[in-house]
């Protein structure tokens, strides 16, 4: 097990689309293993490869509040094949984007499909805050940040104070 560095925005890694897993085979279930120790470090309640610099479809989540008790979930080439019409408004965060939060809007039941940790596929239903994470995580593996679905103004505000912080970390140095 390894905790893994988690990239930040801007960084042209998180844009990419990344690639379908071939099969879950023991590389594959280290990277998952290795995605929940970073994630629980971190702490957050899910993680995508991508975020770790790895461009491969693979998830992890795991959401422990007095609501929602789920996981932890293994996904790889995680695809929702069911939503529903109505849509949730959910105050988002992302690792890859700290300490900034925003609203947005995804529909509020998903069905998503994937391949668990042992490489079975899987077809699992999501309300609540796991739907709207789990729709969070699949958009990192297409290059979708949260920023992304709110105002370009917010959006470009965010990413300058992300491009400054930064800096001022370099000259820190
Ligand atoms: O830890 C996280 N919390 C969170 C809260 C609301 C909506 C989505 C998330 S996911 C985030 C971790 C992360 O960046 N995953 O990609
Ligand atoms: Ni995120």
Same mark, same amino acid.
């Given at each position: @097990?390894?905790?893994? =560095? ?6 042209? /890694? ?15 279930? #280290?990277?998952?293993?290795? @995605?929940? !120790?970073?994630m =629980? ?15 491969? /479809?693979?998830? %992890? ?13 293994? @996904? ?13 408004i959910?105050?988002?965060? &992302?690792?890859?984007?700290? !300490? =900034?939060?925003a ?5 509020? !039941? ?11 596929r #899987?077809?699992?239903? &999501? ?5 709207? &994470? %789990?729709?969070? !995580?699949?958009? =990192? ?6 920023i ?6 917010? /959006?470009n @505000?965010?990413l ?5 912080? /930064? ?7």
């Amino acid at each position: @097990m390894a905790i893994l =560095h988690i990239i930040t925005a801007p960084d042209p /890694r998180l844009k990419q689309l990344s690639a379908p897993v071939a099969k879950v085979d023991a590389e594959i279930r #280290q990277l998952m293993d290795d @995605m929940l !120790e970073t994630m =629980h470090a971190a702490p957050g309640i899910g993680l995508a490869a991508p975020q770790v610099g790895v461009l491969k /479809r693979v998830i %992890v989540l795991e959401i422990d509040r007095e609501e929602t008790k789920v996981g932890p979930l293994f @996904m790889a080439n995680p695809e929702i094949v069911d939503a529903s019409d109505d849509d949730a408004i959910y105050n988002e965060g &992302c690792l890859s984007v700290p !300490e =900034h939060y925003a609203d947005v809007s995804r529909p509020a !039941e998903v069905t998503v499909r994937y391949l668990d940790r042992d490489g079975k596929r #899987q077809d699992l239903k &999501c309300e609540g805050l796991l739907a709207t &994470c %789990v729709q969070h !995580e699949i958009d =990192h593996l297409d290059g979708i940040l949260f920023i992304d679905k709110i105002s370009a103004l917010k /959006r470009n @505000m965010i990413l300058r104070k992300l491009v400054k912080e /930064r800096k001022e970390r370099e000259n820190a140095l």
